[in-house]
Each structure stands twice: as C-alpha cells, then as structure tokens.
C-alpha cells in the first residue's frame, strides 16, 4: 500500500528526495511521517505533514529536510539536503490512510540512504 523510494549514495554535503506513494482502495490519507533506522539503533522519528500541509520535523533534521505532499497523487515527499554521515539509515514512511475498510495504518518498506564522509 505505501511504495518507498528514491535512496541511494551520497556524499556529505549532497542532496536526495525521497518519495513515498500509497496505492489501493484509498479514500483518504490524514497523517504521513518519515522514520529512519540507523544500524543498531531504534527507528526514530524524522517528519510528518498532515492533510491540510502543517509540517513537523525532529530536531536533528530541522532547516536541512523538507517534507510535502500531493494529495491528488496521494505522494508524499522528503527533500533532504546537507545530508551527513549520520543520516545514513533505512528510511520508512508511515501514513494514516482511509481505505474501504476503515482506518487503517501503514508503513513502506524502506528505502537505504548512504551518506560517506
């Protein structure tokens, strides 16, 4: 239902944009985040947007990252740029969708940033 994309290798200092498309019987989506999960370390919280576009961003990504949306396409998007050795990790987005069913929660299933020094 949720379709990560867009890592890859970069070196410090560069720029990727991530996308994440959700797809199915979708009414509507409300919430959509980005985690990441670094080597041996608990998935963190990244960003999050809600349906009307507030925005909402962990410290450590803050004035670096951009999170957006298109609603029409039910995508949402991480722009990340001056990216650091410490943003390497598997990044996972997580929406709050409205299917035919019922709410339901979702997550993708990663994609794998690199960052080398």
């Known amino acids: 239902q949720l379709q990560a994309s867009g890592g890859g290798l970069v070196q410090a200092g560069g720029s990727l944009r991530l996308s994440c498309a959700a797809s199915?019987?979708?009414?509507?989506?409300?919430?959509m985040d980005w985690y990441r999960q670094a080597p041996g370390k608990q998935r963190e919280w990244v960003a999050g947007?809600?349906?009307?576009?507030?925005?909402y961003y962990a410290d450590s990504v803050k004035g670096r990252f951009t999170i957006s949306r298109d609603n029409a396409k039910n995508t949402m998007y991480l722009q990340m740029n001056s990216l650091k050795p410490e943003d390497t990790a598997v990044y996972y987005c997580?929406?709050?969708?409205?299917?035919?069913?019922?709410?339901?929660?979702?997550w993708g299933q990663g994609t794998q940033v690199t960052v080398s020094s």
């Open positions: 997580n929406a709050d969708v409205l299917v035919v069913g019922g709410p339901r929660n979702y």
């Open positions: 199915g019987s979708i009414i509507s989506i409300n919430i």
């Open positions: 947007i809600s349906r009307s576009g507030s925005t």
